[in-house]
């Protein structure tokens, strides 16, 4: 079960988010409270990422006492636990967090967490099982059409450029003031469910943004060792399905066992552009070369 694919997981796995965005302040999640629930629904992009994180390390502290403290927890925000938890364990070894779970589910003298842990292990079991069904629908090798020059503007433009079968790389360029191409290089805009882009934890939405460097994230394993692209929504769907979180940030690349995917070395994020560290630091270089520190970034989605 080691090193799986998350995007089948994710969707058996996906609970419908539908409050507010939270703000870009996530706390630590050092003990399940009634907090945490509003998170689940709601943190997105980046935040859902550290989440993920966050989680992760403390249900390693003591899987018991973690499983234990979700008591009372409506089924889709265990679900949405639970797809957290394969998401931070993805990133090592998804057979330790099964071994764990079906450890409790035969162990565990609390009967809740005993009955939890069969659950959540279940959960995983049938994710395996849907691995024989996976089949990725032929798609044509993605370019993008953008010929290497853009008008003049007052600052720097980030074009991002997606597929709309978003498990297939699509092509981030960057353009100086001047409308010259200045970078280009392979992204990747699926999320870990493969979801609408106007939901929380969804594809990268389309739309402007504004954007900036900042970081590095403490957070390397998920976020890059270097700068990474913050923004904000300006228009479009963005900003119509009020997304926050959507970086452009590297991250560790996706296991050997997935080269056969058409998104090979990236992994999935929870809305964000992900590029390679490479890519990461080269985005870093040249944006740190341009004369303004904001600029625009620009994501579309195009047919192929």
């Known amino acids: 079960m080691k090193d799986l694919n998350r995007r089948t997981f994710m969707k058996c796995m996906a609970a419908a988010a539908t409050t507010v965005v939270v703000g870009q302040n996530v706390s630590s999640a050092s003990a399940l409270n009634s907090s945490i629930i509003g998170r689940l629904n709601s943190a997105d992009g980046a935040y859902a990422e550290q989440l993920a994180f966050e989680i992760t390390s403390d249900f390693k502290k003591s899987p018991k006492n973690f499983l234990s403290q979700m008591s009372g927890f409506r089924k889709s925000d265990i679900n949405q636990i639970t797809g957290l938890l394969f998401y931070g364990y993805s990133y090592e070894n998804i057979n330790d967090l099964w071994v764990i779970l079906s450890d409790l589910g035969e162990t565990s003298s609390d009967l809740e967490v005993k009955t939890l842990s069969q659950s959540m292990s279940k ?67 699926l999320a870990a469910g493969n979801g609408s882009m106007s939901q929380y934890k969804g594809n990268t939405p389309t739309g402007t943004y504004d954007a900036w460097l900042a970081g590095p994230h403490s957070n390397t394993t998920s976020y890059g060792p270097y700068k990474y692209v913050a923004t904000t929504p300006k228009s479009g769907v963005a900003y119509d399905s009020n997304r926050s979180g959507i970086w452009i940030h590297g991250g560790d690349p996706a296991p050997t066992s997935s080269k056969g995917l058409p998104r090979y070395p990236l992994r999935p994020t929870y809305g964000c552009v992900r590029v390679t560290n490479s890519d990461q630091l080269a985005i870093q270089n040249v944006l740190n070369n341009q004369s303004q520190k904001t600029g625009v970034l620009e994501i579309i989605e195009r047919d192929t």
């Open 123 to 189: 959960s995983l079991m049938l994710y395996v099982e849907s691995q024989k069904q996976i089949i990725l629908s032929s798609h044509p090798s993605f370019t993008n059409k953008n010929i290497g020059i853009q008008p003049r503007s007052s600052t720097w433009k980030i074009s991002v450029v997606l597929p709309t079968n978003r498990n297939y790389k699509g092509t981030l360029e960057i353009y100086s003031s001047s409308g010259s191409r200045v970078l280009s290089c392979a992204c990747l805009g």
